[in-house]
C-alpha cells in the first residue's frame, strides 16, 4: 500500500520514515520549532482543557504528546464558549534563550455577542510551566513572534481586520514589547496575500522567518476548507514591502483539478530546518472520508527544497496519503493498544475535559472508598452534560485513527441510577453532534435501562434495553466501533456476545448546524451527567475502572472515492 520515496535533500538521520498524518487526530494549525536536537509542534485546542498540547520528537517522525500551555483556569478562559470557539493557532518561537507561544482566544464567535478574539503570548523555559498570559493591543487571529536576527526587535505578526466596520482581514504587524505586549511600533498592514481581496479574504496563519538575507512571510488563505492553502512572499525588511513567490500556492492539493483526493485542505505551514541543514514543513490536512474528515484536521509534514531563494514543497507535487518519505523503512502500523487503568492519581495528558474545570468532576486512583477497592475513574456528576455549554462530568481523548476501537469496563455500583441519572461513554464532535451509549434509569419504566443516543442536525434517536439488574454489575463493557465510513455501539455483559444497539455514518461525526463551525474532528469521552438535576446524594457512585483502544490498519486510498 505504502511507496516509500527516497527524495533529493532528506538524508535526516530519521529512524522511522515519515509518514502523513505525523500527528493523527484532529491537531490542527501546528507550529514547529527545532531547538538543539528536539522538535516541537504546537496545535489549537478550542474549547478543550487543558489547552494548547505540544508534542515533541527527535526524528520528526515519532512524535510524543509533550505537555500543555495552559493548565490552568488563569492561563485560559473558556467558560461557556461553544465548539470551535475557544484557543486557536498556536505559534511556537525560541527567544532570548525562552520559549514563547503565542496565541488567540475567542469566547464564541457570534458577532451579536461584541466579543472580539483577542491574542497573548506567554513564555516558559521548559514548555511545562508557563506565564499567565500577556495581552497583546490588538486584536486579530493566529498571531506568531518574530525576533529579527539582524536588530533584535521582535515583530507581533498576525490577521487582523482592517477596521471594525469593513472587517476586511489581512496581515498586520507592529513591533511588540516582551514586557507589555504593547505595541512599540507603528501598527501596520504587512500582506494582503495573493486572492482577491475582499471581506471574504481569509489570509492567516503569519508565519516570519529568516533566510540568507532574506526575510520570508509564510501564510495561508482560502480558508480553511476545500480551497485552503499555503502562500509566501519575501521581502528584504521584516516590514515589507513583500514580493510573492512565482510558484504560489506552495501548498494546494486542491490546485492540481484534482478534489478526489483523500488529502484536502492542506495548508497553515510552518518550516523548520534540521540540524543537516534539510528543510520541512509542518502543516494542517484533512482526510476525507467519502466527502467528510471525522477526524478533522490534523498534522501533517513534507520537505521543502529551495531554489534562487524561493521554497517548493514535496517537489511541486500533491500530498498523496500512500507516500512516506526519508531513506529509512517505514513505520509499523498499527500502533499498539492503548490502556488505561487510571491507577494514578494524575490522569493520563492525553485525556481531556471541556471548557474549564471549576469543580472537581472526578477522581482517579486507588479510591479509599471500600466501595471500589480496585482502581477506576469515578465521577462526580454534575447538572451538566455534554450537550451543554459548561463543564459536565466528562473526559475525552481525541480519535486518533479512522479504524479502531473504543471500550471503556464500568465500576459496578450498589445501587440503581435514577431518572435523568447517566453513565456511558461517547464518540464526541461538539455539544450539538455526539453520538452516546450508557446506562440511565429507563425513560417510561421502571429500572435501569442500557441506552443509546444518536444526535443528527438536533433530531435525536434513543434506543433502549432493560438492564434486568438493580446495580450496575462488575461485568459490563461499552464499546465503540470505529471505522472510516460509520460508528457502531454496543456492549457486552461477561462473556456473552456484543450486543449492537445503534450505528450511524461518520459524516455526522463531522457535522455542524448552521452557523457554526467543525473545526474540531472527533473524540470519546466517558461522562456521568444528573441531566439537569443534581446528583442525589444517596445515588451510587459510578465510573469506568478501564479503558481500551485497539488500532487496526486504515487502509485509507490516495482517492477519496468509497463504493
Ligand atoms: C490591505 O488591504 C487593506 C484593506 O483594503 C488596505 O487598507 C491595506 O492598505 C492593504 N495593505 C497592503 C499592504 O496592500
Ligand atoms: C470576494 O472576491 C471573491 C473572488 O472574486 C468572490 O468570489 C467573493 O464573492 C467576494 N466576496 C465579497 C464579499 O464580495
Ligand atoms: C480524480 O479526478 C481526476 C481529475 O478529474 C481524474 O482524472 C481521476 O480519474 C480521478 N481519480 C479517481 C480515482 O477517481
Ligand atoms: C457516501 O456519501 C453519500 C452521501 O454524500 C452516500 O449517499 C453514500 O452512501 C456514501 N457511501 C458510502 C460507501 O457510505
Ligand atoms: C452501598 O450503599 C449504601 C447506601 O445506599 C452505603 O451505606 C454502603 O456503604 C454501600 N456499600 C458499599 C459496599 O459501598
Ligand atoms: C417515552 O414515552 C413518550 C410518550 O409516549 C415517547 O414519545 C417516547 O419516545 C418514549 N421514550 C422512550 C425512550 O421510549
Ligand atoms: C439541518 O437542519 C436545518 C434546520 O432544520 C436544515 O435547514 C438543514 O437543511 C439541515 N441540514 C442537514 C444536513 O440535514
Ligand atoms: C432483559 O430482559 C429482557 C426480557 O427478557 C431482554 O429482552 C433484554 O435483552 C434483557 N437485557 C439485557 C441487558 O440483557
Ligand atoms: C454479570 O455479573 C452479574 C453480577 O455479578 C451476574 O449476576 C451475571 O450473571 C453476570 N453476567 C454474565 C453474562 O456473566
Ligand atoms: C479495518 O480493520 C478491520 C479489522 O482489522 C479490517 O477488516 C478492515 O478491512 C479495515 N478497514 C479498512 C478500511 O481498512
Redesign the pocket.
Known sequence: MRVTIVLLGSLLAAVDAIKNPIISGWNPDPSILRVGKEYFIATSSFEYFPGTPIYKSTDLANWELYSHAQTTPEHVQLYGVPTGAGVWAPSLSFINGQFYLASMTRWTYDPTARVWPRVYFSSSKDLITWTKPTWCEPWGIDPSLFQDPVTGKTYLNLMAPNNNIDRIWGIYQCEVSLTTGNCVGEYISLWNGTLPHNSSARDEGPKMFYKDEYYYLLIAEGGTDDLHRATIARSSSPQGPWTPAPNNPILFNGAYGYDNFTVQSTGHATFVETLEGDWYAAFLARRKINGTSPLGRETFLTTVTWKEGWPTLNDGKPILLSESFGSTPDQTYPPPPFKDTFSNSDLDPSWYQLRVPYTNNYNTGKTK???YPTSGIIFSPNVFSLSDRDTPSAVLRKQKSLNMTFSAALLAT??SLGYLQSVGISAYLSEFQHQDIGIRGCVNQTGMCMYSTLLMNGTSVTNQIPLNSTSIPDNITLIIRAEPLKYTFGFTIGSEPTVWMANIASSWLAFAPANWFVFEGASFALFASGNGNPWSF?A?AVGFKEVNEVYFEEGIPDHDVWA
Do not use: C, I, V
Open positions: 472508598n471500600s466501595k450498589n445501587g444517596d451510587p
